[in-house]
């Protein structure tokens, strides 16, 4: 039998979880997220009370800022074990506080770092390739299907950015929709959105058309590197980026 | 005669005149979006990347391609029979705009050819300029340029609402842009940067300045070239200069006749101004009188390493910062990584693999724990033979804009 822990579908639970995981003295055999267990019998289910926010919030203060991102980070990864690297880093950084950094030769420090590096730029990148398009209803409409969970770091990036308009992001994969109202983000799935009206704003065709022009043109002929476009492009991302849909 | 055109025709004709510009950096600026369309983004982010490799994330765009200068490398001097094409400000603004809100730019990158004068023409860049930043309150990143010749009054106005400012050189030598571009001249180019060296603030060209130099226009050396580049970081603290691989637009006696634009060279160059900037080299390590130009084959880092075979291997559990640097394939990140490691433990040669430190090109060069990674000794030839190989496999395939070492 294996004693496996469960969270609720978030960061915040997962981390509360883990706060009281560390006080048990053993080292679980796995944590995993409720939603997408699948039981078996060889499992023991344990469950722990997740109440009391007090709890929460004094184990989060005992970590400085970078912990704290490093650990976000690897939770919106797609890494089989991320609960248990994340629950041995933390483990190792109530004891080594910010010098864990420096303990490359720990593997849940090098895996954690390399994880959290690979969100932060796969994230960074769609920072940059994500496309909107105009809806007649005045929102700006963006599908991504990114390898990890970025979109929140994606909302919060475009909160500042574009704080003036109304806009929605879509997950397609994992069927999460983040909406802005000018004030706030709110994370949704398909079955909370009520109705989803996709026709396009009567100018979207045309900005569409001078932006293919202009992406066109800006390259030097002389100096064509599709290669190298597709080195810094991956294509994965083609997709959803306006200027790469004839090519794929 | 002007004849009426649509927006598409005019971007067209506007970016296809801009495109030879190397610059398409968005970073070094912090500006906040104050309740309006925009912020930038210190790092800078790229967009795309266009069928020649090359990041795109500034609408790179001139305001005119018309122009009453006649530079003979440029493909909008006056003498060339070229369709010309003029934007309003309000043009430029929609473009911007709506490209911005659907998230295909940074931001702007403004030049211009000169229209009846300098002074008329910066006034236009300006007028652009503000009606962005102050009508639609956009916030994102500017990029313009210093026009040659214009007032410092100007200067120094559109010095408060842009986040970049840049002068292009263009040619490495006095000689070559009197014979080039008679028009333009040294002093022109150096009063600019004076003016905002001496300027700069957080409220004032927050991301610095840049200039251009064209590569393979005149005859000056790759010593030459840096030995500018040096002066120029030295003397108006310029955040980078580009070099951009000359590329035969117009034919005249007194431009080379090349098959293909000398792209290799250009990325030494590159190279090379990164050792300069980030790893503490000196032109004069570099080249000499003998020697004024790098090797095509081995870029100049690896290059030089060769010639200094003595100095290593270098032990990765001793050496200090800037000798880890003069290791082919460490760079700044991999370094840092190195110097943090072992304050807690010995690094091996296994180690510097489970943390992102490739070994490919450092393996030579290098002992972990006194331990050398090859068993018998081996010869400056291997060493030069694979080498070549790598950056061989290195050009074809990354091109030469932002990963100038893969480190």
Avoid at chain 2, 127 to 136: F, S
Avoid at chain 2, 239 to 246: D, I, P
Avoid at chain 2, 317 to 342: C, E, F, H, T
């Amino acid at each position: 039998m294996s004693n496996v822990y469960l969270y609720n579908n978030s960061f915040e639970s997962l981390m509360h979880l883990i706060s009281k995981i560390i006080l048990l003295k053993n080292n679980p055999d796995n944590i995993k997220n409720r939603v997408n267990y699948e039981p078996n019998l060889l499992d023991n289910i344990i469950d722990l009370e997740l109440k009391d926010t007090k709890e929460l919030k004094l184990f989060l203060n005992s970590f400085s800022l970078d912990i704290l991102h490093t650990v976000y980070y690897v939770y919106l990864s797609e890494n089989d074990n991320k609960e248990l690297i994340i629950y041995y880093f933390l483990k190792n950084a109530l004891k080594y506080h910010n010098e864990i950094y420096l303990h490359r030769n720990l593997k849940c420090v090098n895996m954690a770092i390399n994880i959290s590096n690979y969100v932060g730029r796969e994230a960074h990148k769609l920072k940059g390739f994500l496309r909107f398009k105009l809806l007649k209803n005045n929102f700006y409409y963006a599908e991504i299907s990114p390898t990890n969970n970025v979109i929140e770091i994606l909302s919060n990036h475009f909160k500042k950015r574009l704080k003036n308009e109304y806009w929605l992001i879509k997950d397609v994969n994992r069927n999460i929709y983040a909406l802005y109202d000018k004030k706030n983000v709110y994370y949704l799935t398909d079955k909370e959105i009520v109705s989803l009206n996709l026709e396009l704003d009567n100018k979207e065709e045309k900005f569409e058309d001078l932006w293919k022009s202009f992406f066109e043109t800006v390259a030097i002929k002389e100096r064509q590197n599709f290669k190298a476009q597709r080195n810094f492009m991956p294509k994965k991302y083609w997709n959803y980026i306006l200027e790469m849909e004839n090519r794929i | 005669m002007v004849i009426k055109m649509d927006l598409k025709e005019k971007l067209i004709i506007l970016s296809d005149s801009a495109k030879y510009d190397a610059s398409c950096s968005s970073s070094g600026s912090s500006r906040k979006n104050a309740n309006g369309v925009g912020n930038a983004a210190y790092s800078g982010i790229c967009h795309s990347f266009a069928n020649d490799g090359r990041c795109i994330s500034l609408l790179k765009i001139l305001m005119t391609n018309s122009c009453i200068f006649d530079c003979k490398y440029c493909i909008n001097r006056r003498s060339n029979n070229v369709k010309r094409a003029i934007f309003t400000p309000e043009e430029i603004c929609t473009i911007t705009i709506n490209f911005y809100k659907r998230n295909y730019i940074e931001g702007l990158f403004l030049s211009s050819g000169i229209i009846k004068s300098p002074d008329y023409t910066m006034e236009k860049i300006i007028e652009t300029v503000y009606l962005l930043r102050n009508k639609y309150h956009f916030n994102g990143y500017i990029h313009a340029k210093a026009i040659p010749g214009a007032s410092e009054y100007l200067l120094k106005k559109l010095g408060k609402l842009v986040d970049r400012l840049s002068a292009n050189i263009e040619l490495p030598s006095d000689n070559s842009l009197k014979l080039l571009a008679p028009q333009k001249s040294v002093n022109k180019i150096d009063k600019i940067m004076t003016t905002v060296k001496e300027n700069k603030s957080r409220f004032f060209v927050p991301a610095g300045q840049s200039t251009q130099m064209i590569i393979g226009a005149s005859s000056e050396t790759d010593l030459d070239i840096l030995n500018k580049s040096e002066h120029l970081y030295n003397k108006y603290e310029l955040k980078r200069v580009f070099y951009s691989a000359y590329i035969p637009v117009n034919s005249d006696k007194l431009l080379p006749t090349i098959k293909m634009p000398p792209l290799v060279r250009e990325n030494r160059l590159y190279q090379a101004d990164w050792l300069l900037r980030f790893y503490g080299y000196k032109v004069d390590n570099l080249l000499d009188k003998n020697n004024p130009n790098f090797n095509i084959l081995l870029d100049p880092k690896a290059d030089w390493a060769l010639r200094h075979l003595d100095e290593y291997p270098k032990e990765i559990n001793k050496a200090s910062y800037y000798d880890l640097l003069k290791i082919p394939g460490i760079g700044p990140k991999s370094a840092q990584k190195i110097i943090n490691a072992r304050k807690v433990f010995k690094i091996e040669f296994s180690d510097l693999k489970k943390m992102n430190v490739s070994i490919k090109r450092a393996m030579y060069f290098i002992t972990c724990n006194g331990k050398y990674y090859f068993n018998n000794a081996i010869s400056k030839g291997f060493i030069e033979s694979n080498l070549i190989l790598d950056s061989k496999e290195k050009i074809e395939s990354i091109g030469t804009q932002l990963t100038l070492f893969n480190e």
